[in-house]
């Protein structure tokens, strides 16, 4: 891809220049993907649903705390059961 004309590979190829620099772009966006290391998408992937668990729990403690609280001031001191 790099080093050869574009004009060279086309007749070369016999294929359009435009198909050249297509195929070229497409190459340098794609390549790295094929070559990239899938364990860090794994753990990438694991480290967002970990975080997202994360902040799941600490919603969940808020709203428990709420919960006690306003639990707390409506119920009376006493609850009398008909004694």
């Known amino acids: 891809l790099r080093g050869e004309k574009i004009s060279k590979l086309s007749s070369d190829c016999q294929v359009h220049p435009n198909q050249i620099g297509k195929w070229k772009k497409l190459a340098e966006e794609e390549l790295a993907v094929l070559f990239a290391d899938k364990r860090k998408k794994e753990n990438y992937s694991q480290e967002r649903i970990i975080d997202e668990?994360?902040?799941?729990?600490?919603?969940?403690?808020?709203e428990i705390s709420w919960l006690k609280k306003k639990y707390k001031l409506e119920l009376p001191r006493e609850i009398n059961f008909g004694e």
């Open 53 to 62: 668990l994360y902040k799941t729990i600490g919603q969940r403690d808020v």
